[in-house]
C-alpha cells in the first residue's frame, strides 16, 4: 500500500481539521511574552506540507522548513511559488540537519519529534542549538508523552475541495524498556468516482516530561519556559493532573 507521506495532497486533507490561523496566531503570541530577540525568520521542522505558511508569509516572516519527505517538500515548494514567498526547503534528518543561516524562532507541530534512541535525541538537541539564535524560541506542539506508554486507536474524517479523507490512527506498545511503540496511518481517499487506501506506519520513541527537560536544559543551552495544555497560555500544565489534550511546550535558547 502506498505511503500517505507520498501524496502531500491527501495528508493535507486528512489532517484539514486543524486551525491553522489560530496556531499562528498563538505562536506569534508567544513570540511577543517570550522571545528575547524580534523573529524574521522561522523554521518549521518536518515541515510537511507547510500548512503555516501562507500565515506566516502575511505576518511577514521568512519560512524555512526541512523535512525527510521529497514528495511533501516539492508539494510546500509549490505551495510557496503560487503565494509568491521566497521561503527556503532543506531535506534533512531531525537529528543530524543543519542550515545555511541562523533562524530566530523555530517549531515543531503534531508531535513530530520522531527519534529513536536517545543519542538521536541529543543528537536533535545540537541541531537545533547550532541554528537557533540566543534568546530564540523554540516551539513543540503534542511532542511530549504526560502518560505511559499505552496502545491507542483514533479516527476522524475531513473533506475538502470535493476530496474526502477517512483515517484511522494507532499506536502498539512494541518496548517499555526502550520506549518504543509502532504508530499506524491508514487512511481512505474518496475522490470523485475513485476510492484507494494509502497508509503510513513507523517506530516512535516516547519522549517523558524529565528526560526532556534533561536533555534540553542541562545537556544543551536551552532555558524551560514552561508547558501549557490545549494551546492556552491559562492553561500551564503544572495545574493540570487529567485531560491533558496537545500540549505545547516552549525553550529559549541560552
Known amino acids: ?56 508569509a502575511n505576518l511577514g516572516f521568512s519560512y524555512r522548513g526541512i523535512d525527510l519527505s521529497p514528495a511533501m517538500l ?16 532543506y531535506q ?38 547550532r541554528v537557533l ?11 511530549i508523552d504526560f502518560s505511559p506508554l499505552s496502545n491507542t486507536r483514533d479516527a476522524w474524517t475531513c473533506r475538502k475541495d470535493g476530496i474526502e479523507v477517512r483515517v484511522r490512527y494507532t499506536t502498539k506498545l ?19 468516482k475513485q476510492r484507494f487506501y494509502l497508509s503510513h506506519k513507523n517506530i516512535r520513541r516516547a519522549i517523558y516530561p524529565q528526560e526532556f527537560i534533561l536533555a534540553a536544559t542541562h545537556l544543551h543551552k536551552f532555558e524551560f519556559i514552561g508547558w501549557w495544555n490545549d494551546w492556552d497560555f491559562n492553561a500551564p500544565l503544572d495545574r493540570v493532573s487529567h485531560g491533558i489534550v496537545r500540549p505545547i511546550t516552549i525553550l529559549r535558547r541560552l
Do not use: N
Not at 534528518?93 to 508531535?111: H, K, R, S
Not at 512494541?174 to 470523485?192: D, I, M
Open 174 to 192: 512494541l518496548s517499555p524498556a526502550a520506549q518504543h511503540y509502532e504508530e499506524s496511518l491508514h487512511a481512505e481517499v474518496h475522490e470523485g
Open 74 to 89: 516539492d508539494y510546500a515548494r509549490a505551495k510557496a511559488a503560487a503565494l509568491g514567498s521566497e521561503a527556503r526547503f
Open 1 to 56: 500500500m502506498a505511503s500517505i507521506y507520498d501524496y502531500p495532497k491527501y495528508y493535507d486533507v486528512a489532517f484539514s481539521y486543524r486551525d491553522t490561523a489560530r496556531e499562528t496566531a498563538v505562536m506569534q503570541q508567544a513570540v511577543r511574552l517570550f522571545s528575547h530577540i524580534p523573529v524574521k525568520t522561522v523554521l518549521e521542522l518536518a515541515c510537511g506540507h507547510s500548512p503555516h505558511l501562507e500565515h506566516m
Open 92 to 129: 534533512a534528518d531531525l537529528a543530524d540537519f543543519t542550515l545555511p543561516e541562523q533562524v530566530d524562532f523555530a517549531y515543531i507541530m503534531l508531535g513530530s519529534l520522531y527519534v529513536q534512541t536517545t543519542a538521536q535525541l541529543l543528537s536533535h538537541f545540537s541541531c537545533v542549538e
Open 133 to 143: 539564535k540566543p534568546g530564540g524560541l523554540y516551539f513543540l506542539d503534542w511532542c
